[in-house]
């Protein structure tokens, strides 16, 4: 029998899902809760196998924060999040959790059973929307990753008067203010952010100045 737990504060659903889950001859309802913070209290003290778990409850994001203590109580239990929530960042966040699957609520009830069955045996198939979501940023992250390590690499190799460059850029001053701070000539500080666009692969100042904040690392420079 596969156990399910099943945490919504939404009375009728809830009551809803456990007649579904009740009715099932391979599946049983091994216990409920209203709230995030009950679902971990009872996580404590009963094994569970699934846990269907709705977002917004006591709070905007009750699940979130209760999948995460689940996740760190290591008990085991896989969690489906069942919730009307479907923004990008919501689903980033909820999968960062550790779960293994995300459901939109008002799907068929046959869909939520086969997810259910799907997670059981380890072979959860999220729709592929969610998918998607999760792969963008999934592969946002690599650039980020990459860009970063790029950037770093780079940084090795600095001079000191190109870090101190990078360093006037990054406050906002242009040519012709870098080169009255530092006393020299214009041509000399062109020549200079030349030498840096070669080495971060630029076309425009700006170009770096962003890539370093984005990165969020400014303080490398000051």
């Known amino acids: 029998m596969i156990r399910v737990a099943i945490v919504d504060d939404f009375d009728l659903l809830r009551e809803d899902l456990c007649e579904l889950i009740a009715g099932q001859e391979d599946?049983?309802?091994?216990?409920?809760?209203?709230?995030g913070q009950k679902a971990v209290e009872l996580a404590r003290e009963h094994d569970a196998d699934i846990v269907l778990m709705d977002i917004e409850m006591e709070t905007i994001n009750a699940g979130i924060v209760a999948a995460e203590k689940l996740r760190d109580q290591g008990r085991g239990q896989?969690?489906?999040?069942?919730?009307?929530h479907e923004t990008n960042q919501t689903i980033i966040t909820a999968m960062g959790t550790g779960a293994v699957?995300?459901?939109?609520k008002g799907c068929p009830d046959e869909e939520i059973l086969q997810h259910i069955r799907n997670a059981y045996s380890g072979k959860p198939v999220m729709e592929s929307r969610i998918q998607e979501t999760i792969m963008r940023e999934y592969s946002r992250l690599q650039r980020s990753e990459q860009s970063l390590l790029f950037f770093i690499n780079n940084v090795s190799q600095l001079t000191a008067a190109e870090r101190e460059l990078l360093r006037l850029l990054l406050e906002g001053n242009k040519v012709k203010d870098i080169a009255r701070i530092r006393c020299v000539e214009m041509i000399t500080v062109k020549t200079q952010i030349k030498g840096l666009l070669r080495k971060f692969g630029c076309s425009r100042t700006k170009e770096i100045v962003s890539m370093i904040q984005e990165l969020n690392i400014s303080h490398l420079f000051m």
């Open 27 to 35: 599946m049983e309802v091994v216990w409920q809760a209203g709230s």
């Open 101 to 104: 699957d995300y459901v939109v």
């Open 78 to 84: 896989r969690i489906i999040f069942l919730t009307a």
